[in-house]
């Protein structure tokens, strides 16, 4: 095992590995895991990769597991990133591609996440896990506890769509639907956690669900032949996804994979609920709580995110910025990825293509630049959302 610490990510505050911990004991904010690289360097080369295992676990060396035996695994990551030329030529980029993360288990990204998350839970003794979620993250959480024979606690609002509340309760878990928004299920799983025995695994109050998803990171690389992209356009709720995958740029320069140059990170939220675009647009390091956040991609409805600052640095660092697009523009986007290329996205997903085009009209991004797009998601969880459009 390479892991080294945990470490806060805003005040540097050591923390012990290999124990159950959730935010900064110091200043309350996110712990992120540091590594040996040197060592990992040694086994975990660019040459040894095409034989591994075809899911996130090929990149064992920056994964915190200790035992081999409590991976718990669905056969996550290794997502295709697919060329959209036919896209690409409606929008004018030649170079234009989708990170196709529908075609994880439970269908999204986060099933990276949850697969280290509760492979650490269970290697750290954990019997109960509780989140706050959107769907997604709920699904893909209870998919992994169940593969693990842990117990899992979900809260979700009352208008998540219906196929990630039903594929909770087939999937075993105990689901609780709540009048309000992800922030309001996260303070619940706080007030309950301690007296309940639970252990909450909400997005960066865990230190591992951002290495399950640093691993976009490392297949992005891996797949363009250790030549990152010039912009990567991410929809961003609470951001680990593109937090996990600045952490592993980091990680691959330091191993010596790839050299200093990075893609212009970009955020996309809806216009309904846009904290960190109006952040970015207000020169902030922290984001003011998003009032009356409302939007049908409802990944994206996080009014307040306490990766905020690793969200805007990344952002600002990369020379990248954040984006804000209409729910209008995010559904017509869903069909217009579907027809042209097959994918059917997550409204979440979609809102890279609306926001694509207004940054090139910004003059942000060029036609001669490599541009990838996440879908985080499949369309297919979001039925009622493209009934009602
Ligand atoms: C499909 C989809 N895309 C994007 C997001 C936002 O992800 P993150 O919280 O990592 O920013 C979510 C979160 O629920 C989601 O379900
Ligand atoms: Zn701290």
Known sequence: MNVTHLECALCGTRHEAQRLLNLCTKCGKPLLVRYDLEKAARTLTREALPGRRAD???????LPVEH???IVSLGEGWTPLLKASRLGGNVGID?????DESQNPTQSFKARGMAAAVSMAKELGAKKLAVPSAGNAAGALAAYAARAGLEAFIFMPDDTPRANVIECEQTGAQVTLMAGLITDCGAEVGRRKEPEGWFDVSTLKEPYRVEGKKTLGYELAEQL???LPDVIIYPTGGGTGLIGMWKAFAEMEQMGWIGSKRPKMITVQAAGCAPIVRAVEEGKRFADEFPNAETAASGLRVPRAIGDFLIIDAIRASGGTAVAVTDRELIDATAEIGAAEGVFCAPEGAACLPALRKLIAAGVVSEDETVVLFNTGSGVKYLECFSAS
């Open 95 to 99: 170079e234009l591609y989708i990170k």
């Open 225 to 227: 032949n250790w030549e």
């Open 68 to 70: 081999e035996e409590n």
């Open 56 to 62: 996130l676990w090929r990149y064992r060396e920056v």
